[in-house]
């Protein structure tokens, strides 16, 4: 893996080049726009052989191949395809674990699947999720987690889909659990603005490279 430097804070952890307040508020809003518009606009066959790409190279990730569960995500809307990925953790006899929105308590429940399929259904805004009925998996059992986003950079910032959820969780997982994201080079940004509570992935797999970051 190639690694990377994060990119400069302040004494206080803060980014002193960051907006704040309001002006981040746009900023991250114009940014995933952007990208989302960027996104969509990807040629389908470029969009499924990309994916194919990037769900062949995060098995071949020591900390993914070490894990014996792993939380993923299912894909939705212009999102690359993860499905290849979960059968393939499925078939290495993996305990999957996909993400369930509970909007009363504005957090995300864990869930283990054994068949994409069968177990999940549409859910909160359509996106895929597991049946409530799956059973649930303590978030410390949680050893890789694949961290879904609109946008990152060489920093490992992370820009969401604006609900907070993944801000809200990774603290949440142990702090061995590997954070990785999967994403189409084009989601890949010189800056991400961010506040000090959003939380960097640990690596970035793009169908063109591997980018690993130090914590």
Avoid: C
Avoid at 64 to 82: K, M, Q, Y
Avoid at 134 to 146: G, H, K
Avoid at 183 to 211: G, N, W, Y
């Amino acid at each position: 893996m190639r690694y990377h430097l994060r990119m400069p804070h302040s004494a206080d952890g803060r980014d002193a080049n960051a907006p704040q307040g309001a002006a981040l508020h746009e900023a991250k809003l114009a940014l995933r726009r952007q990208i989302l518009a960027r996104r969509d606009g990807l040629p389908a066959a470029l969009r499924a052989a990309a994916s194919a790409t990037i769900a062949a190279r995060i098995p071949t990730l020591p900390e993914f191949a070490a894990a014996g569960t792993v939380l993923l995500t299912l894909a939705f809307r212009s999102e690359w395809d993860t499905h290849p990925l979960v059968e393939s953790a499925l078939a290495a006899r993996k305990t999957v674990v996909v993400p369930r929105v509970n909007t009363q308590t504005r957090m995300l429940e864990l869930h283990a699947i054994s068949d994409p399929d069968r177990d999940v259904v549409a859910g909160h805004l359509g996106i895929p999720e597991p049946r409530p009925e799956r059973p649930q998996v303590p978030r410390d059992a949680i050893e890789f987690v694949l961290v879904p986003g609109v946008a990152f950079d060489l920093g490992g910032r992370r820009l969401g889909y604006g609900g907070g959820y993944y801000d809200r969780l990774l603290p949440l997982l142990s702090a061995r659990a590997a954070r990785v994201a999967g994403a189409f080079e084009i989601q890949l940004v010189e800056r991400v603005p961010a506040a000090p509570h959003d939380v960097a992935v640990d690596a970035i797999v793009t169908e063109s490279r591997t980018v690993a970051l130090t914590r």
